[in-house]
């Protein structure tokens, strides 16, 4: 089956510092890619969606300069948090689209997640 | 606007037995996907089941099945003898035809099974 691999699984940084995590494609090219957070005992919000070759879409309420998004190849996806503080420590987690015969049939498949702690 | 709502925060259930996780949705699409995912505590999210709007049959896979009713629309998932190992977070999500690369996810059911 396919799979997405993400990469740290977890990082522990200093406040001020930037932070990229990697998420990549396996075994098929993932034109699309989207990344989301997780806070403790809660459900997972998007925040992006990653295009290949053009600038990320945000959601509503995320920082595009704190969040910095770039999908420059069919199989890897990057999301650097620039800058973070205590409040951006949270479980990160991408996922990858297969494309397959279009529409809502084209399931996702999600890396394994990065916990981010900033002291 | 679309929404999905799982109105059990945690469950405890025996081992072997069946369990029903409630998923509820609201979407103006006619055409859309419902999904079911697994957290376990690593985090990884491990995709279970998938049901189109228009699948006329209930979707299977091994111990899942999706009780889809789209007149009430909910799609439950039922898991039959339960074992230790699917103790986890589950989330019930749906992906709108209109914007198929979005999926939006419900608030998630903690299922705890007991020896």
């Known amino acids: 089956g396919a799979v997405v691999s993400q990469h740290p699984s977890w990082v522990i940084c200093k406040s001020g510092t930037s932070v990229k995590i990697e998420c990549r494609s396996l075994?098929?090219?993932?034109?699309?890619m989207f990344w989301y957070r997780q806070f403790p005992k809660q459900s997972l919000m998007l925040m992006a969606t990653?295009?290949?070759?053009?600038?990320?879409?945000?959601e509503q309420g995320v920082e595009k300069d704190k969040f910095l998004i770039n999908h420059a190849s069919l199989t890897l996806s990057t999301l650097t948090v620039t800058s973070a503080h205590p409040e951006d420590s949270s479980f990160y987690i991408c996922?990858?689209?297969?494309?397959?015969?279009?529409?809502?049939?084209?399931?996702?498949?999600f890396g394994s997640g990065t916990q981010l702690s900033v002291l | 606007a679309q929404k999905i709502t799982q109105t059990q925060p945690g469950m405890f259930v025996q081992e072997k037995e069946a369990v029903t996780l409630d998923c509820t949705y609201d979407?103006?699409?006619?055409?859309?996907?419902l999904f079911w995912y697994k957290q376990p505590s690593s985090g990884e999210m491990i995709f279970l089941i998938y049901?189109?709007?228009?699948?006329?049959q209930n979707a299977t896979e091994g111990r899942y099945s999706l009780n889809f009713q789209k007149a009430r629309k909910s799609a439950n998932l039922v898991i039959s003898a339960s074992q230790l190992g699917d103790s986890a977070m589950y989330f019930c999500?749906?992906?709108?035809?209109?914007?198929?690369?979005?999926?939006?996810f419900g608030s998630g059911t903690r299922l705890s099974i007991r020896p």
């Open positions: 996922s990858a689209r297969r494309p397959g015969t279009g529409g809502v049939n084209e399931k996702l498949f």
């Open positions: 075994d098929f090219q993932a034109t699309t």
């Open positions: 990653s295009n290949e070759g053009s600038k990320a879409t945000y």
């Open positions: 979407t103006s699409d006619q055409s859309y996907g």
């Open positions: 049901q189109g709007s228009y699948d006329e």
């Open positions: 999500a749906m992906s709108p035809y209109s914007s198929a690369s979005k999926i939006i």
